[in-house]
């Protein structure tokens, strides 16, 4: 369910930017001289929404049917500085180091019945993305473009010892390497540059810690590999 929400706002956005681009008209274009230097700064703030890709234990779902999912999203934020490297025409090479918050919930289902939705495993990241833009044509004020490149993050809250007083089985690894690819639009104001982009993040590495809590092994057990996937809306100003 929460997949299709994900595709249906993703085709929405797209038929927006579709729309305002072949909806306009001739008009003054705003000066940008920032755009064109060999490179330039900026700063980024954005929203997130941090998922797993479960692949779930077949023995021990077939001996115990404990079935693991995370059916409900929530926001986070990211803060990032952006450096740009202005390559050619049409590519620039980006840096944008920064940090990011969010969590995950992760439930337990059995034979269909929920019997365990708290463990809520909260992620600090620190992300060092390096990503090619690519640069459509400038129609006016406004110019599309498609992103894509590689995320490591370290994250500050991964790999916590177990408390006895907090009912959390799961732990995570630290460091991960993603893969990035969105797309978004420049729109050119008359002191600075305002990018609106939308940009699905997927780790390439199993995230789960292969201990289990002592007595609640069973949580662990029902996981065979757990990857991370994060949804990014950004807004970014140069």
């Known amino acids: ?133 690519y640069k459509g044509d400038r129609l006016n004020n406004v110019r599309p473009y498609v992103i894509g490149g590689l995320n490591f993050r370290y994250d500050l809250a991964g790999k916590k010892e177990f408390d006895d007083e907090k009912p959390v089985y799961l732990r995570l690894k630290r460091s991960d390497l993603y893969f990035e690819m969105g797309s978004g639009l420049d729109f050119y104001l008359k002191y600075f540059k305002l990018s609106v982009e939308i940009k699905m993040s997927n780790g390439l590495r199993n995230v789960l810690v292969d201990e289990a809590a002592a007595g609640h092994q069973e949580y662990r057990n029902a996981i065979e590999k757990m990857k991370s996937q994060i949804w990014i809306l950004a807004f970014h100003f140069e």
């Open 1 to 133: 369910m929460k997949r299709r929400i994900l595709n249906i706002l993703l085709s929405v956005i797209f038929l927006l930017i579709h729309c305002s681009l072949s909806g306009q008209k001739q008009k003054p274009k705003n000066e940008s001289w920032y755009d064109d230097k060999l490179l330039h700064f900026g700063f980024s703030l954005g929203l997130n929404a941090m998922d797993f890709n479960i692949t779930p234990s077949q023995y021990y779902l077939e001996t115990d049917s404990l079935y693991p999912e995370v059916s409900k999203l929530n926001p986070g934020i990211n803060i990032q500085i952006v450096t740009n490297l202005h390559a050619s025409k049409y590519f620039d090479l980006r840096f944008l180091p920064g940090v990011s918050f969010g969590q995950r919930n992760v439930r337990y289902y059995k034979n269909n019945v929920l019997v365990n939705e708290r463990q809520r495993l909260e992620s600090s990241f620190l992300e060092f993305p390096i990503l090619l833009k």
